[in-house]
């Protein structure tokens, strides 16, 4: 593959398959959460739960990636817990927010629902749910 790649370059356009596949989560996320839509969403952050179809770990754990990468997360620890769950800390303005990610039994290989919970002074917002 890497050979082709080289030899290629200048006429085809490589994609990770996978990260093409996450676009419409990326852009959901991004019009959802935007500041002017959920002021303070993105800042207050206090849990994510993310639900997947069999075989798309990976899927969900680089809409993970992303989120990190775009929100200037810190990874803090993880965890395999039973029944099929992975939860991760992470850190924020030195605090910490849990993302737990649930494989269900049945469905198509990809992200299915994420729940957005954030915290300001006076109350918690919970199950901010996007589905796709």
């Known amino acids: 593959m890497s050979r082709w790649v080289a030899a290629e370059r200048d006429e085809h356009v490589i994609f990770n398959l996978a990260w093409r596949r996450l676009k419409p989560w990326r852009s959901l996320l991004s019009q959802v959460l935007d500041p002017q839509v959920q002021p303070g969403a993105l800042d207050r952050v206090s849990g994510i739960h993310i639900e997947h179809g069999p075989h798309a770990l990976a899927m969900a754990l680089l809409l993970v990636g992303w989120l990190s990468s775009r929100l200037d997360w810190e990874p803090v620890g ?20 849990p993302i737990t990610i649930t494989r269900l039994q049945e469905g198509s290989p990809l992200p299915k629902s994420l729940h957005w919970n954030w915290r300001d002074k006076d109350r918690e917002y919970r199950g901010h749910r996007t589905t796709r």
């Not at 039973?82 to 927010?97: E, H, L």
């Open 78 to 97: 993880g965890k395999v817990l039973p029944d099929k769950q992975i939860v991760w800390q992470f850190s924020i303005g030195g605090r910490q927010f």
